[in-house]
T-cell receptor, first 117, second 112 residues
Framework: NAGVMQNPRHLVRRRGQEARLRCSPM?????VYWYRQLPEEGLKFMVY????????ESGMPKERFSAEFPKEGPSILRIQQVVRGDSAAYFC???????????????FGEGSRLTVL | GQNIDQPTEMTATEGAIVQINCTYQ??????LFWYQQHAGEAPTFLSY????GLEEKGRFSSFLSRSKGYSYLLLKELQMKDSASYLC?????????????FGAGTRLAVHP
């Protein structure tokens, strides 16, 4: 009964490199959400995906950031040419199909902590 | 726009009761959530309100007034392990859309 799995848990990159963060949702969940959390701040919504579809990317920076959730495999959040300001914890959350059958709470992974040197 | 406000920090004594307030102004409303987050860990779900009133769950209760855009989380019989951040979040999307908008969180410190 694995929960939401994220890896890597910690990632260090130099400015200009690429960061790839992976998220496997809970079993039976088909909706994935990515959030960013800066130190001492709340969770900021980035993107909402279903399998092979981006549903809402209103929180994604316009450049350097992209996300995907392929038919097979985990969801990937990709940050190209990282800068120091990208240093943050990136949390992935999942939920079952969008129905009103339950409260619809999100289940969060442990996060990936990106440090840009 | 989206605005969710909660106090930045609170302190309380072990065994006491604490109330954490949250006010919100969002373009839509389809439920309010409270999450607990210990430092360096994942947020975990505490409570959910969609109708006005009080929802009780053990030592934790959550209240909602939709007309006032207001919620609170009540923690009773505080324990040291309750020291954490408490995040208020609103689901503002259409029916079944589970995107949550979070406040900045309230850091609660419980002292002996």
């Amino acid at each position: 009964n694995a929960g939401v799995m994220q890896n890597p848990r910690h990632l260090v990159r130099r400015r200009g490199q690429e960061a790839r963060l992976r998220c496997s949702p809970m079993k039976g969940h088909s909706h994935v959400y990515w959030y960013r959390q800066l130190p001492e701040e709340g969770l900021k919504f980035m993107v909402y995906l279903q399998k092979e579809n981006i549903i809402d990317e209103s929180g994604m920076p316009k450049e350097r950031f992209s996300a995907e959730f392929p038919k097979e495999g985990p969801s990937i959040l990709r940050i190209q040419q990282v800068v120091r300001g990208d240093s943050a914890a990136y949390f992935c959350a999942s939920s079952p199909k969008d129905r009103w059958a339950n409260t619809g709470e999100l289940f969060f992974g442990e996060g990936s902590r990106l440090t840009v040197l | 726009g989206q605005n969710i406000d909660q106090p930045t920090e609170m302190t309380a004594t072990e065994g006491a009761i604490v109330q954490i307030n949250c006010t919100y102004q969002t373009s839509g409303f389809n439920g309010l959530f409270w999450y607990q987050q210990h430092a360096g860990e994942a947020p975990t779900f505490l409570s959910y309100n969609v109708l006005d009133g009080l929802e009780e769950k053990g030592r934790f209760s959550s209240f909602l007034s939709r007309s006032k855009g207001y919620s609170y989380l009540l923690l009773k019989e505080l324990q040291m392990k309750d020291s954490a951040s408490y995040l208020c979040a609103v689901r503002d999307g259409p029916g079944g859309y589970n995107k949550l908008i979070f406040g900045a969180g309230t850091r609660l410190a419980v002292h002996p």
